[in-house]
């Protein structure tokens, strides 16, 4: 079992930059992939970024360039840092945990998720 709980969230202008983290609950983080979605209103859940075990990033081609994921199994933390915010990235924010070693956009694969946490981009 993980919980996980998100913080960093908050109102940017345009061209700014925020740091998500989720920190996770349980002796077993270092063996998850990590992922971080968004959801805005009225839209599906979109895959923004995710982490193996052993460190391989995979973005969405949206946020690529601008987006970094990373870890640090020592605190049991995944974080989420986001430059050149546009008011698109506009949505709550959610980390979530997957068991299995291959990396996946699809929600569906993840098996432990966050409360989420707000991020707004002004123009």
């Known amino acids: 079992q993980v919980q996980l709980v998100e913080s960093g969230g908050g109102l940017v202008q345009a061209g700014g930059s925020l740091r998500l983290s989720c920190a996770a609950s349980g002796r077993t983080f270092s063996r998850y992939t990590m992922g971080w979605f968004r959801q805005a209103p009225g839209k599906e859940r979109e895959f923004v970024a995710a982490i193996s075990r052993n460190y391989i990033t995979y973005y969405s081609d949206s946020v690529k360039g601008r987006f970094t994921i990373s870890r640090d199994n020592a605190k049991n933390t995944v974080y989420l840092q986001m430059n050149s915010l546009e008011p698109e990235d506009t949505a709550v924010y959610y980390c979530?945990?997957?068991?299995?070693?291959?990396?996946?956009?699809?929600?569906?694969?993840?098996?432990?998720w966050g409360q989420g946490t707000q991020v707004t981009v002004s123009s």
């Open positions: 979530a945990a997957d068991s299995a070693m291959v990396l996946s956009r699809n929600p569906e694969a993840y098996e432990y």
